[in-house]
C-alpha cells in the first residue's frame, strides 16, 4: 500500500505561512506594554538563585542531514511547502456543532478528501497510515529502536464555519487558499489553525525520509483529528483510544499539540517556548421556559429579559488572574527574571518578592493574551430565543464557553 508522508516541527509550517512576528509578537508587545507600568528599577540583587537551568546546546551541523534553511527556507523549498498547504487549506473541512453521524451527514464528506490529498503530496513509502474513526489518521513511522517510547505529534484536519453574513468582508475567499508572495500571508480558513500543523509535520518528516543516511531511532507517530472544533469526541478521543490500546497507559513518550509561543524576544535575550501549559474547556447552557402571551400586555420580564439578567449576573463577577507557584508560567517568569531582569522591571520586581498576586493583576493589566494565560475565561457566545415581534417568547437558551485555568475547576467554575 502507498503512503503518505510527513513531517516534525509543527513550528516549521507556522514560520512559513506567518509572519514571524505572529509568533514572536506577543511577548514583545508584552514588553514594549510595559513602558507606562516600569515605575521600579530591580535591586541589584545575585539573579543565580532564580533556577532557570539550561540545557547544553546541540550542534545540529554535525548529524549529516541537510541544513533547515536548504529544506525549508530556500526558494524552492518555500514554493513546494506553500504548494502543500495550499491544497490542504482549499478543501472544505468543516466542523458544524449539529453535525449528525458519520454516516449519516453529508458535510462530513470533504474530510474524505483529506487522506487522498496527503498521499498525494507526500508519497514517500517508509511510513504506514491507520484510518480511525472513519476519518481520524495515524501516520506511524517505525525507529530502528523498539525499546524507547514512541512520540507522539498531533493536529487536527477542521475548521470553523464561515458565517455567510461576513463573506463579503473577507478580503480573500476563505477557502481560496490566496498566497501573497510580497507579504508572506497565505490566506484561508484553517491556514494557521491548524492545517499550518498538518503541512508542517508531514513536510518535515518527508523530508528527513528522503536523505539517504536518515533512519529515526525512536518511533514517531502522527496523529489528526477532525472535530477539534466541535468537541474532539469523534477524533481526538477515538484516536486516544486506539493508540493506548496499542502502546499501553503512559507508553507515550511525549506529546506535542498545536500551540506554544515559538522563539520570542524578551529584551535583548531570545527565548524558545514549548507549549506545556492548557488550559481545560468547559460550555454551560441555560434554558429559561416561561408561559408566552402577547406583546401588548408583556409580563415584566420575559424570557429574554430573563436570561439578560444572567448574562449581567456572570459578567458583572469575572474569574481572577493568578499564578500558580512553580507552575509554568511561574517558572517562564522566573526564567525572564534571570536573564531579562531590566526588560520588565516592575515584573521582575513582584516575582523576585515573591508577589504572586501583583505580578497576575499587572500581567493582566497589559493586554488581553496575557490576562487569559492566567485567568479562567467566561464569553457569552450564543443566545437564542423568540420567534415573532409582537409575541412574547416562551424558550430563550443561552450559551457561555469557558477556558478554565489551572487554578480552577469544572465544579469551582
Given at each position: 500500500?502507498?503512503?503518505?508522508?510527513?513531517?516534525?516541527?509543527?513550528l516549521?509550517?507556522?514560520?512559513?505561512?506567518?509572519?514571524?512576528?505572529?509568533?514572536t509578537?506577543?511577548?514583545?508587545?508584552?514588553?514594549?506594554?510595559?513602558?507606562?507600568?516600569?515605575n521600579?528599577i530591580?535591586?541589584k540583587?545575585?539573579?543565580?538563585?532564580f533556577?532557570c537551568?539550561l540545557?547544553?546546546?546541540?550542534d545540529?551541523?554535525?548529524d549529516g542531514?541537510?541544513?533547515?534553511h536548504?529544506?525549508?527556507s530556500?526558494?524552492?523549498?518555500?514554493?513546494?511547502?506553500?504548494?502543500?498547504h495550499?491544497?490542504?487549506?482549499?478543501?472544505?473541512?468543516?466542523?458544524y456543532?449539529?453535525?449528525?453521524?458519520?454516516?449519516?451527514?453529508d458535510r462530513?464528506?470533504?474530510f474524505?478528501?483529506?487522506?487522498?490529498?496527503?498521499?498525494?503530496?507526500?508519497?514517500?513509502?517508509?511510513?504506514?497510515?491507520?484510518?480511525?474513526?472513519?476519518?481520524?489518521?495515524v501516520?506511524?513511522?517505525q525507529?530502528?529502536?523498539s525499546?524507547?517510547?514512541p512520540?507522539?505529534?498531533?493536529?487536527?484536519?477542521?475548521v470553523?464555519p464561515?458565517?455567510?453574513?461576513?463573506?463579503?468582508?473577507?478580503?480573500?475567499p476563505?477557502?481560496?487558499?490566496?498566497?501573497?508572495?510580497?507579504?508572506?500571508?497565505?490566506?484561508?480558513?484553517?491556514?494557521s489553525?491548524?492545517?499550518s500543523?498538518i503541512?508542517a509535520l508531514m513536510?518535515?518528516?518527508e523530508?528527513l525520509?528522503?536523505?539517504?543516511?536518515?533512519?529515526?531511532?525512536?518511533?514517531?507517530?502522527?496523529?489528526f483529528?477532525?472535530?477539534?472544533?466541535?468537541?474532539?469526541?469523534?477524533?481526538?478521543?477515538?484516536?486516544?483510544k486506539?493508540?493506548?490500546?496499542?502502546?499501553?497507559e503512559?507508553?507515550i513518550a511525549?506529546?506535542?499539540d498545536?500551540?506554544?509561543?515559538?522563539?520570542q524576544?524578551?529584551?535583548?535575550?531570545?527565548?524558545?517556548?514549548?507549549?506545556?501549559?492548557?488550559?481545560?474547556?468547559?460550555?454551560?447552557?441555560?434554558?429559561?421556559?416561561?408561559?408566552?402571551?402577547?406583546?401588548?400586555?408583556?409580563?415584566?420580564?420575559?424570557?429574554i429579559?430573563?436570561m439578560?439578567?444572567?448574562?449581567?449576573?456572570?459578567?458583572?463577577?469575572?474569574f481572577?488572574?493568578?499564578?500558580i507557584?512553580?507552575?509554568?508560567?511561574?517558572?517562564?517568569?522566573?526564567c525572564?527574571?534571570?536573564?531579562s531582569?531590566?526588560?520588565?522591571?516592575s515584573?521582575?520586581?513582584?516575582i523576585?518578592?515573591?508577589?504572586?498576586?501583583?505580578?497576575?493583576?499587572?500581567?493582566?493589566?497589559?493586554?488581553r493574551?496575557t490576562?487569559?494565560?492566567?485567568?479562567?475565561?467566561?464569553?457569552?457566545?450564543?443566545i437564542?430565543?423568540?420567534?415573532?415581534?409582537n409575541s412574547?417568547?416562551?424558550?430563550?437558551?443561552l450559551?457561555?464557553?469557558?477556558?478554565?485555568a489551572?487554578?480552577?475547576?469544572?465544579?469551582s467554575?
Amino acid at each position: 500500500m502507498k503512503i503518505i508522508l510527513a513531517s516534525i516541527l509543527g513550528l516549521v509550517s507556522a514560520l512559513t505561512f506567518l509572519p514571524l512576528s505572529y509568533f514572536t509578537g506577543f511577548l514583545d508587545q508584552l514588553s514594549s506594554s510595559f513602558d507606562k507600568y516600569n515605575n521600579a528599577i530591580p535591586p541589584k540583587v545575585d539573579l543565580s538563585r532564580f533556577k532557570c537551568d539550561l540545557v547544553d546546546p546541540l550542534d545540529p551541523s554535525k548529524d549529516g542531514l541537510y541544513s533547515s534553511h536548504d529544506v525549508f527556507s530556500s526558494h524552492q523549498a518555500l514554493k513546494t511547502l506553500v504548494e502543500c498547504h495550499k491544497v490542504l487549506v482549499e478543501i472544505e473541512s468543516i466542523c458544524y456543532d449539529d453535525l449528525r453521524n458519520l454516516e449519516d451527514d453529508d458535510r462530513w464528506k470533504p474530510f474524505e478528501e483529506i487522506p487522498r490529498t496527503l498521499e498525494k503530496q507526500y508519497p514517500h513509502e517508509y511510513a504506514w497510515r491507520e484510518t480511525v474513526n472513519e476519518f481520524g489518521l495515524v501516520y506511524t513511522v517505525q525507529g530502528s529502536d523498539s525499546s524507547p517510547h514512541p512520540i507522539l505529534l498531533t493536529a487536527h484536519q477542521d475548521v470553523v464555519p464561515v458565517e455567510n453574513e461576513t463573506l463579503n468582508e473577507w478580503e480573500h475567499p476563505p477557502f481560496g487558499a490566496y498566497y501573497n508572495k510580497t507579504s508572506g500571508y497565505l490566506y484561508g480558513r484553517g491556514a494557521s489553525d491548524d492545517k499550518s500543523a498538518i503541512t508542517a509535520l508531514m513536510s518535515a518528516m518527508e523530508s528527513l525520509l528522503l536523505q539517504e543516511n536518515y533512519e529515526p531511532r525512536r518511533t514517531v507517530i502522527f496523529a489528526f483529528g477532525f472535530d477539534e472544533e466541535c468537541s474532539g469526541l469523534r477524533g481526538a478521543a477515538s484516536i486516544a483510544k486506539y493508540l493506548e490500546a496499542r502502546y499501553g497507559e503512559d507508553g507515550i513518550a511525549v506529546i506535542l499539540d498545536e500551540g506554544g509561543g515559538g522563539l520570542q524576544h524578551v529584551g535583548d535575550v531570545l527565548y524558545a517556548l514549548p507549549a506545556v501549559y492548557e488550559k481545560g474547556y468547559l460550555d454551560v447552557w441555560f434554558d429559561i421556559s416561561v408561559n408566552g402571551g402577547h406583546s401588548s400586555t408583556p409580563t415584566p420580564h420575559t424570557s429574554i429579559g430573563m436570561m439578560s439578567e444572567i448574562v449581567v449576573a456572570l459578567k458583572s463577577n469575572p474569574f481572577e488572574p493568578r499564578i500558580i507557584k512553580d507552575g509554568p508560567i511561574h517558572e517562564a517568569l522566573i526564567c525572564f527574571t534571570r536573564y531579562s531582569p531590566y526588560a520588565m522591571p516592575s515584573l521582575t520586581n513582584y516575582i523576585k518578592r515573591g508577589q504572586l498576586d501583583r505580578a497576575a493583576q499587572l500581567l493582566a493589566q497589559i493586554q488581553r493574551e496575557t490576562q487569559y494565560f492566567i485567568q479562567t475565561s467566561q464569553a457569552v457566545d450564543w443566545i437564542a430565543g423568540g420567534q415573532k415581534i409582537n409575541s412574547l417568547p416562551e424558550f430563550t437558551t443561552l450559551g457561555v464557553n469557558y477556558r478554565y485555568a489551572p487554578q480552577d475547576s469544572i465544579g469551582s467554575t
